[in-house]
């Protein structure tokens, strides 16, 4: 069995699909989760049920803003690496309140580097986000763009964090990866979330609302894809680097909701509400380096990305009925 490995937020949505990943690989894994009530912790909790069956996993029900539970974890784990994904996230939110999203995002993510400093932990994976390219002119994003325009506080949250673990690879030598992931969906994906709150909201017959004209774009890449790059990142060696992940294909508001709508074989009926405060025109991911370095190669489009989520969420409709 290899090493010992530290996933925080290792109960959400994309927590739960690479914990599925490395366990079945054989590796022995500790999940730092406090299980909040961002969404209903029931969800987290029957994501994380599956894991309880192997002998080499560990839930430890704590925050990463308590640095003596950090450093409790730390002290019982023996960590060889740390991938960090537990964060608040959503741009909306952050707007509402902007300050628990300083310290979630912030405090956790010093917290554990902290940790990390003290434990010798040689390598530390760092969950960040498109958002923090705000409202970028050129497209696609690259890793060399200039990231200094953040439009909303989870956005600068993330651009902070990235900062943060630049500075203890620097002055540690703690080989560190941020990872920049593009609007990921697929099975488990959180209920607010666009392709799931309009897959439900269509389903059920209730109104959707479209912010703006339909003709915003995003970058949607499947669960699957981003556990690929996450993984990938686990066996190359780099000191420091910066990924996206995407699948570098955009869609537009309006073609996403005719795909879901087609999936479900039902129309939906829509409002159309202003665009909000904090939400970026586009993202669009240049994929070339983590072609290049990680062999990274989403294999997912959106069309077959949303039937495999449609038909998830229909067996989460026939198992709860």
Not at 158 to 165: F, N, R, T, Y
Not at 204 to 221: A, H, L, P, V
Not at 292 to 315: H, N, Q, T
């Amino acid at each position: 069995m290899s090493g010992s490995i530290l996933v925080t937020g290792g109960c959400g949505f994309i927590g739960s699909h690479l914990v599925d990943r490395l366990l079945e690989g054989g590796h022995r894994v500790t999940v730092l989760d406090n299980l909040n009530d961002f969404y209903d912790p029931a969800i987290k909790r029957e994501n994380c049920r599956p894991h309880f069956d192997y002998a080499n996993y560990r839930l430890v029900e704590g925050d990463t803003r308590d640095a003596d539970a950090v450093e409790a974890c730390f002290a019982d784990g023996q960590f060889e690496e740390i991938i960090h994904l537990a964060a608040m996230a959503g741009v909306r939110p952050s707007i509402k309140n902007p300050v628990l999203y300083q310290q979630v995002n912030l405090m956790g993510t010093m917290n554990l580097l902290e940790a990390c400093r003290k434990s010798s932990v040689s390598r530390f994976i760092f969950a960040s986000s498109s958002s923090v390219y705000g409202n970028n002119d050129k497209v696609p994003f690259s890793e060399n763009d200039a990231v200094d325009y953040p439009i909303s506080p989870y956005a600068s949250t993330k651009k902070s964090g990235e900062l943060m673990v630049y500075t203890y690879h620097h002055l540690y030598a703690i080989k560190a990866v941020c990872l920049r992931f593009f609007t990921v969906y697929g099975p488990r994906q959180r209920p607010e979330m666009a392709i799931h709150q309009f897959t439900d909201r269509i389903y059920n017959g209730k109104e959707i609302q479209q912010f703006g004209d339909g003709n915003s774009q995003r970058d949607y890449t499947y669960i699957d894809d981003i556990i690929d790059g996450i993984l990938a990142c686990r066996t190359a060696e780099f000191d420091y680097e910066i990924f996206n992940l995407g699948r570098s294909d955009t869609i537009k508001l309006a073609d996403l909701i005719a795909g879901i709508e087609k999936c479900l074989g039902k129309k939906a009926s829509v409002r159309v509400v202003a665009e909000q405060a904090g939400d970026v025109r586009r993202t669009f991911a240049d994929i070339s380096k983590a072609r290049s370095l990680l062999g990274y190669a989403p294999k997912v489009s959106i069309d077959e990305g949303l039937s495999r989520f449609v038909e998830w969420y229909l067996k989460q409709q026939r198992d709860d009925s």
